[in-house]
């Protein structure tokens, strides 16, 4: 059994602490919210999961990062990606052992410097190995046992091997995939649209509507990441089609909520403050738009998602304005 540090005590660190517990393994857990390690400490994470227990045998909370890091085999990025690069910055590389692999569970892209949180990481821990988890896989269902396949991606073959050993059980199923690029890309886009798949949700639930957005939002983002060399193939799996649809469906989904409340008549910022977690998109819609535009890369309906959150452009107008664009071949 390994020794896993999980930093961050969001609803995903939590559902994986849990999950990584009931696997036999020893967790800490580390976050900046020390009333959320106490609660931790009691069986439960009142704030982010509230209607899950949590078995506390082998796990222990730490308030201070880099003691939390010390006995490391195993180190899991829990943390948004707008946050990543100021936790990197505190952890001191003398705390962690020289073989340990950090595991990243965040999708975005980092605004400022339009990185993924791979190209973050490694500007600051260059010699560590690194892997990023994603797929479809809502904290909410993973922390309840319910059945969940995800991919995981790095560059080392041995290590993706290594780490489906040590999260897969009977109901959480880990495929590998060296892809790192693709599928990081993938797992950032898809939050953008499900902004838009709350929308139409907000309009009526227009099925047609939802299909052709799923659709033609994954087109986007194998044009988008194909751009900066992901593999096709990775968008037509877990990372890519299996996250985009759970994302743009799911009730859990927070980026989803966003549209809806948008198209209910929300302000931007009202949204996010009445949420207790991060929805990635909204970040990930600007900077997406910024480096898109830059470099001549057509993706519309993130253009106009983007346009929706920033410039108060109405719903039901943008998705027009896509209705009666110039007409086109499907296939690219």
């Not at 060399?229 to 980026?255: Q, W």
Request: aromatic share 10%; glycine share 6%; net charge positive.
């Amino acid at each position: 059994m390994s020794k896993i540090t999980v930093l961050g005590a969001g609803s995903w660190g939590t559902a994986i602490t849990k999950h990584l517990n009931e696997n036999g393994h020893t967790i800490t857990v580390w976050d900046r919210d020390e009333d959320v390690l106490k609660d931790i400490k009691k069986g439960k994470n009142s704030r982010y999961l509230a209607n899950v227990e949590i078995k506390t045998e082998r796990i222990i909370v730490e308030s201070n990062i880099n003691q939390s890091l010390k006995e490391a085999e195993i180190i899991v990025l829990a943390i948004p990606v707008q946050f990543i690069r100021n936790i990197l910055k505190i952890i001191d590389a003398n705390n962690i052992k020289k073989d340990a692999i950090f595991v990243n569970l965040a999708k975005g892209i980092e605004i400022e410097n339009l990185k993924t949180p791979s190209e973050i990481f490694y500007e600051y821990f260059p010699d560590f190995k690194y892997c990023t988890i994603s797929g479809p896989s809502h904290a909410e269902e993973v922390a309840e046992n319910v059945p969940t396949s995800v991919v995981v991606a790095g560059k080392d073959k041995s290590v993706n091997q290594f780490l489906q050993r040590i999260f897969s059980n009977r109901t959480f199923r880990v495929y590998s995939n060296n892809d790192l690029k693709g599928v990081e890309i993938s797992g950032a886009l898809k939050n953008i649209y499900a902004i838009g798949a709350g929308i139409i949700d907000g309009l009526g639930k227009w099925d047609n509507t939802k299909a052709a957005l799923i659709t033609r939002s994954l087109v986007e983002i194998i044009r988008y990441a194909s751009y900066y060399g992901g593999k096709k193939e990775t968008f037509m799996g877990l990372a890519g089609i299996g996250d985009l649809v759970v994302t743009c469906t799911s009730p859990h989904s927070r980026n989803r909520y966003v549209g809806e409340m948008l198209e209910k008549g929300k302000k931007l910022q009202d949204i996010l403050n009445k949420m207790p977690m991060v929805a990635e998109g909204v970040y990930t819609a600007k900077a997406v738009y910024n480096d898109a535009k830059s470099r001549g890369i057509d993706m519309p309906i993130a253009f106009k998602i983007y346009e929706t959150l920033y410039t108060d452009l109405e719903p039901k107008k943008a998705i027009y304005d896509l209705m009666t664009r110039d007409l086109k071949s499907e296939f690219y």
